[in-house]
């Protein structure tokens, strides 16, 4: 005969289990609910114009591949990838090297200024980048650097104040004492920087240089403003322009090549996410130790 005490904590035990079983429920609903507009970008990349425009079946009553066949043969796909990848290439690495630059000085050495100089760099983040566009479009129309992939990498070579905050903060983290023991062996502040510091950062760097790229391989806005032509359309802007056409009277949108191109270009991210997952949390964690 089981006590009491027995079926009260065997009671305890299954509501226990059925919270937890609740939970993961709640979850798997969540999971799916955000997953849904991939699955349905994947789902209308394998449809006909017509069945995308008629049902709105999950899976494709008849597969096609005919969408992926006009991407690849039929429009300027891999220019527009080329463009991408240079513009995110070289925004990243030049918000790595001047983000990282600035931060060296303002969380490793001391001089007069030092926090106001900071305290200014991230008031700046207090600016929306959408008033800057125009000011920025005047500026770079008198230069000559319109309608090029020029007036969005260039200014990454002037630091980010988000990024020069975080690598700030994981600098900070650091004991002094490395540097001090380095700078008796004979290295210098640069040789510091590079020898020490960058080593040790290396999921800080690879954090930044994640989000960067995702940033701007997603990025729209400033491709609008500062792209005319199709030489230097970036993919975000073939997805608004390039799948377009007129049939007799009517204007086309053609949404199956628009989800196939959407789907080619959901997967460079998931799988940056997927293979720099761990450097990513370790960086952002490791970000916030010291203010």
Same mark, same amino acid.
């Given at each position: ?20 079983? /609740? ?24 449809k006909t114009l017509t069945e995308f ?9 008849? /597969? ?84 090029? /992939? ?84 970036? /993919? ?56």
């Amino acid at each position: 005969m089981r006590t009491k005490g027995e079926k009260t904590m065997n009671i305890a035990k299954m509501k226990k289990h059925m919270v937890e079983i /609740l939970i993961y429920i709640i979850k798997i609903l969540v999971a799916i609910i955000m997953f849904s507009p991939i699955i349905w970008v994947f789902s209308g990349s394998f449809k006909t114009l017509t069945e995308f425009t008629t049902s709105s079946n999950i899976i494709p009553k008849n /597969l096609t591949l005919e969408n992926f066949e006009y991407i690849f043969t039929k429009s300027n796909y891999f220019i527009y990838v080329r463009n991408t990848v240079i513009l995110m290439l070289g925004t990243t690495i030049g918000t790595l090297i001047s983000s990282s630059l600035v931060a060296y000085p303002l969380a490793r050495m001391e001089f007069t200024g030092k926090n106001i100089i900071f305290a200014i760099i991230i008031g700046t983040m207090m600016i929306p980048n959408i008033a800057l566009i125009i000011p920025q479009y005047i500026m770079f129309g008198k230069i000559g650097w319109l309608d090029s /992939l020029l007036p969005m990498i260039i200014p990454a070579y002037f630091a980010y104040p988000y990024n020069v905050f975080l690598f700030r903060q994981y600098f900070r983290s650091i004991p002094k004492e490395l540097d001090e023991a380095a700078t008796i062996d004979g290295c210098t502040k640069v040789g510091v920087f590079f020898k020490i510091l960058v080593p040790i950062t290396k999921s800080t760097f690879a954090t930044i240089g994640i989000l960067s790229c995702v940033f701007w391989w997603n990025e729209l806005t400033q491709p609008v403003f500062f792209i005319n032509s199709d030489k230097w359309r970036t /993919l975000t802007m073939a997805l608004m322009t390039s799948f377009m056409y007129t049939s007799g009277n009517a204007f086309v949108i053609n949404w199956p090549s628009i989800m196939a191109a959407s789907a080619l270009m959901i997967i460079p991210p998931m799988l940056l996410y997927l293979f720099g997952s761990k450097y990513l949390v370790e960086g952002i964690k490791t970000s916030g130790l010291k203010g």
